[in-house]
């Protein structure tokens, strides 16, 4: 596709230099916003802007590319797609694409053991993120590892949000008007210092898009069932994970092993530091600080976005 001369502009400038025209930000995640003539719109984080040319959506949108061509990741109940998008520079850049499921009924089932831990207001209360609120409580969940007395949790890089230009009717795509209504007025609240120019809303037929750079190893599931963990040390490690995340003031109501990425040394061992296993958490489309029922937007306001790896 050949982009007009306003977007090539755009694409070649150092993010920070960016007309304010092409500039958002929403729940304290600042966004290059690209309109793309004939598809959408396609939102970029500071993580995906050095790899823009490659989000944008002729490289994986267009023709469903995503799901013709990806690797529709096992497990889930959403639509979760990893692909691998030419990049100039880069040679390939590999992505986790995602359907958002916001507004729509949460299948939730929680392990018994873990009930004790997780409040049954947090699960009665349990929503999905809507696309942008998502990119924020994860923007300030990693913010919040930069804390002295923090824990770090690794997570993958949020790179970009696509609103697609086509609409879908309601009924196809799963939307419960009240929740989106929910959604929708806590992003306008956030939204209500920003000039009517600047203003990101929620649309209801829109379909939303979430990219996010891929994190290379195996769940902790895949590790158990290659051997080099049990259901002990799975166990062991979801609760692990659950105390470190309340430790940082977040919880993710349907943690489990397959959201928790392991990888294996040169030697075939898994990766360990201080004799500890290395995760990475990978799925946060119900992450939330714990607060109690009914959700409020995160305690204090969304910090702004940080730049470090």
């Not at 600042?30 to 970029?44: C, D, F, K, N, S």
């Not at 520079?89 to 392990?111: E, M, Q």
Request: proline share 7%; glycine share 8%; hydrophobic share 40%.
């Amino acid at each position: 596709m050949n982009h007009d001369g306003e977007l090539d502009d755009l694409l070649g400038r150092p993010f920070d230099d960016l007309p304010a025209a092409a500039r958002c930000r929403v729940f304290g995640v600042p966004y290059a916003r690209l309109e793309i003539a004939g598809a959408g719109t396609l939102y970029v984080t500071e993580f995906g802007w050095p790899v823009a040319q490659a989000l944008l959506p002729e490289n994986w949108y267009r023709g469903q590319r995503y799901s013709r061509h990806g690797e529709r990741l096992p497990g889930g109940t959403g639509a979760v797609y990893r692909l691998e998008l030419p990049h100039r520079r880069f040679g390939t850049v590999a992505v986790v694409i995602k359907v958002s499921r916001f507004a729509r009924d949460v299948p939730l089932s929680v392990s018994s053991e873990f009930l004790p831990i997780i409040s049954q207001e947090a699960i009665q209360a349990a929503r999905f993120n809507s696309p942008f609120e998502e990119f924020g409580v994860l923007n300030a969940l990693r913010r919040r590892r930069q804390a002295p007395d923090a824990l770090r949790v690794l997570t993958k890089r949020p790179l970009a949000i696509f609103v697609t230009a086509e609409e879908v009717p309601l009924w196809r795509s799963g939307r419960v008007e009240h929740l989106f209504d929910q959604a929708a007025r806590q992003q306008a609240e956030d939204q209500q210092e920003v000039g009517d120019t600047g203003r990101v809303e929620l649309e209801l037929l829109k379909r939303y898009y979430l990219l996010f750079g891929w994190v290379r190893g195996h769940s902790a599931e895949e590790m158990n069932r290659l051997g080099l963990i049990d259901e002990t040390d799975m166990r062991a490690l979801t609760a692990r994970a659950i105390a470190e995340l309340a430790e940082n003031g977040y919880q993710m109501l349907d943690i489990k092993p397959r959201h928790l990425i392991l990888r294996r040394r040169s030697d075939g061992t898994l990766l360990r530091r201080n004799g500890r296993l290395v995760y990475a958490l990978i799925d946060f489309e119900l992450l939330m600080p714990r607060v109690p029922a009914p959700r409020e937007p995160f305690p204090g306001g969304y910090p702004p976005a940080d730049r470090e790896s």
